[in-house]
């Protein structure tokens, strides 16, 4: 996994980043958003792409 391809998965709920992924951003233009589990929120909340 290159490092230029990684990005940050914040929680929608308290900002926390939980999540590091991969995204090929040639073919994928928009920000991901998935539904991850937070142990701070202690519930699945939706995590979207924040900048590094």
Same mark, same amino acid.
Request: hydrophobic letters at 25%.
């Given at each position: 996994?290159?490092?230029?391809?990684?990005?940050?998965?914040?929680?929608?709920?308290?900002?926390?980043?939980?999540?590091?992924?991969? !995204?090929?951003? /040639?073919?994928?233009?928009?920000?991901? =958003?998935? #539904? %991850?589990?937070? !142990?701070?929120? /202690?519930?699945?909340?939706?995590?979207? =792409?924040? #900048? %590094?």
């Amino acid at each position: 996994m290159s490092q230029d391809n990684l990005i940050k998965l914040a929680c929608g709920k308290c900002k926390r980043v939980n999540y590091w992924s991969s !995204k090929n951003k /040639k073919l994928v233009e928009r920000k991901i =958003e998935l #539904k %991850k589990y937070c !142990k701070w929120c /202690k519930a699945q909340t939706v995590h979207k =792409e924040t #900048k %590094k």
